[in-house]
């Protein structure tokens, strides 16, 4: 009996037995390390791009004069390397500064674990693209849902109460039905996509296009190019319907793009080749492009209004 008890005894670590309680719980706290940049890989999948704006050109000002003063959360990989959670932008910033060492919490942390952390903490940002978002809550809804039975999340538009959907919900503002829609997003092949960044298509008819299959997607953009127009809501409803029976052709996704639509604006189109000798580096985006070229044009209207009038009271 003796014996028994005495093989059932956990004894103590030889650590344990020449350190102290509040040395052993030091040795738990999560703190900085400084981490060459060459040792961390990006998050697989990283939805939120990381793009050299005016933005990033400002970052690496900051990091050249005062550091990176928030430093990055990464996750350490079986192979000795790192995973970056938290800090792509600082780290890219830091790479550009011709940095090569960046401040970093390293914690353990799990697939869906890490995945979680790593949208909420982009989520923060003043401006999230669709696809961004879309994305971002396609990664997280998976990882919540891997954690107990796992759900179709993309396979309807309107489905049954989901509780992960509603527990994204309550966080980030957007419905249950929503973030499905978002979701939905994925299903773009990536020029639509890209439009509906570019705010050239409604986010409504975008979704209803999702449903198209990618030859019909391809389609569908190579008439939109064409006629540069993009369908209504209605229009991408009905296109959605002939998918899904096996009747939409191109002749009829072409005659979509005929009609005239009353509230779609006509589009002058310029050669981007002549622009790109002019406008900034600096201007990333095609809304910042735009915006840029319409200030350009109403200073050299408001210019030669008043050369015309100059003009007219020398004539007096």
Known sequence: MAKEQLSKMILPKVDDLFSTQQTRDDAKLERVKIINISDIDDFPEHPFKVLENDDMLKMCESIKDNGVLVPALVRPKENGRYEMISGHRRKRASELCGIETIPCIVRDLSLEEATIIMVDSNMQREEILPSEKAFAYKMKLEAMNHQGKRTDITSTQLGSKLRTNEKLAEKTGDSREQIRRYIRLTELIPKILDMVDNKKIA?????????????????????????????????????????????????????????????????????????STILPRTLMKDSEKEEYVIKAVEFYVEYQKRLKQKRQEQGR
């Open 203 to 275: 986010f409504n008819p975008a979704v209803e296009i999702s449903y198209l299959k990618k030859d019909e997607q391809e389609k569908l953009y190579d008439s939109m190019e064409k006629y540069q127009a993009t369908p209504s809501q209605q229009q991408a409803i009905e296109m959605k319907k002939l998918s899904q029976s096996g009747e939409l052709t191109f002749d009829k996704i072409e005659g979509y793009m005929i009609e005239t639509k009353p509230n779609q604006t006509p589009k002058l189109k310029v050669s981007m080749n002549r622009l």
